[in-house]
């Protein structure tokens, strides 16, 4: 790499001495000098060459002197790297350009050996402060990529750990999450464009700033749908919790959503969200043009599952037994053995509640009704019968009264054909 230095000096011998002294690097291209009289040609010489590195200058000249030169150099902000040139008796003035900005300085008469040194430790500083701004514009474009998918803390945890999002999966504990508006597709066929523009982009605006603030990372977003990790890409030992807690927040963001559209005379249709716990294969996938920081593996598919299964219920959040148990006082509802598309084996699925909410009289009723279910307890459908007469807009109650009238006295569900 070639260094440009602009030597400022009105001494006519200087220019000879440089060349000669430097002439070796000179001819091999790894330094170049460039010269001026006095301040104002230095700024001329400056204005036409945007190349210079380093500016070696007296300070004692006509018209335009050092000092001066340095203070018109701190105005424009320029980004060089000054020695100053002065006699050894003149401390007073070289105090004053090191406050100026100046990086060094060599006294008069020059020593060469001195000044070649001050030189080469010049460019080193150079160097140094070059690769760090190179560090920092690769950590500002990483931040802006990273934004698109995790919250601003870790985005910038991330942006400054060079292997952090290297190419390939890792097996972690996560916590999936699976978000979904209900009737999106009718909508889209609808409303005007417009519209749909501002109320999608609202909706995934408010979504996403919700998982961001629970620490999620948005692994994918497709149309309304959302696609939420949490414990990847670092770990999260309260992945669980922070899911459950997301899941409220999302939940009550798509109600207060839903209502100010409908105010507008455009009705939405419920946000579903599904939430599952377990071991999945995340990594950042792709080559060098495109890449997708993604998840695999059962516990995605069975936390997609549980988004789905929400319509069969009637409810608004369903969570595995495998979230519920890794969450440190989880409430909730159980709904039941899900026998799921993909899978042999059941998962116990919960509606997750408010400590509050699970406190109350109505839900400490279906607990009972719900264990009378699960143990075959006839009066079950006597039990489900008084939930749903005392709130017929229970439809998880509904539900079950349903498939007890219809002779289902279990708690296992199956819901493979449930998409």
Not at 216 to 236: M, N, R, S, W
């Amino acid at each position: 790499m070639s260094t440009s230095i602009l030597v400022v000096d009105d001494e006519p011998d200087l220019e000879m001495l440089l060349v000669q002294k430097f002439r070796k690097e000179i001819l091999g291209g790894t330094l170049r000098f460039l010269f001026a009289r006095d301040g104002i040609d230095a700024l001329a010489m400056l204005a036409a060459n945007n190349d210079v590195d380093i500016v070696l200058s007296d300070i004692n000249m006509p018209r335009m002197d050092g000092l001066s030169l340095l203070a018109k150099l701190q105005q424009r902000d320029e980004d060089l790297s000054t020695i100053i040139v002065s006699a050894y008796s003149d401390m007073a003035n070289i105090r004053i350009a090191m406050n100026r900005g100046a990086y060094d300085f060599v006294t008069k008469p020059i020593d060469f050996p001195d000044l070649e040194a001050t030189i080469v430790k010049t460019i080193h500083h150079i160097e140094a402060l070059r690769e760090a701004q190179c560090r920092q514009s690769a950590a500002e474009a990483a931040r802006a990529s990273l934004s698109r998918y995790f919250s601003p803390n870790l985005a910038e945890r991330l942006a400054t750990s060079a292997d952090a999002l290297d190419l390939g999966g890792r097996r972690r504990d996560v916590a999936s999450l699976f978000t979904d508006l209900t009737g999106f597709t009718t909508l889209v066929e609808t409303i005007e464009p417009n519209v749909l523009g501002q109320l999608l982009n609202d909706y995934i605006v408010g979504m996403t700033d919700i998982v961001f603030a629970h620490d999620g990372t948005v692994a994918k977003i497709i149309g309304d749908a959302i696609h939420v990790l949490f414990g990847a890409p670092v770990e999260q030992p309260n992945h669980a919790s922070r899911a459950i807690s997301c899941s409220f927040a999302l939940d009550a963001f798509a109600r207060s959503f839903r209502e100010h559209w409908c105010r507008k005379g455009i009705t939405l249709g419920h946000t579903r969200i599904g939430a599952h716990s377990g071991t999945a294969v995340v990594g950042n996938f792709g080559g060098g043009k495109f890449f997708e920081y993604s998840a695999y593996g059962d516990t995605i598919n069975v936390a997609a599952r549980l988004e789905s299964a929400n319509k069969a219920f009637g409810t608004r959040i369903c969570v595995s037994g495998s979230l519920a148990a890794s969450m440190q006082g989880f409430c909730g509802r159980p709904v039941g053995d899900l026998l799921l598309r993909g899978r042999v084996e059941a998962v116990r699925a919960f509606e997750p509640l408010e400590a509050e909410s699970y406190a109350t009289d109505a839900t400490q009723a279906y607990m009972v009704a719900f264990e009378e279910l699960e143990t075959g307890n006839p009066r079950a459908v006597a039990s489900f019968a008084a939930l749903v007469a005392r709130n017929p807009e229970d439809p998880l109650a509904a539900f079950h009264l349903k498939r007890l009238m219809n002779g289902e006295f279990s708690t296992t569900i199956n819901l493979k054909n449930v998409h």
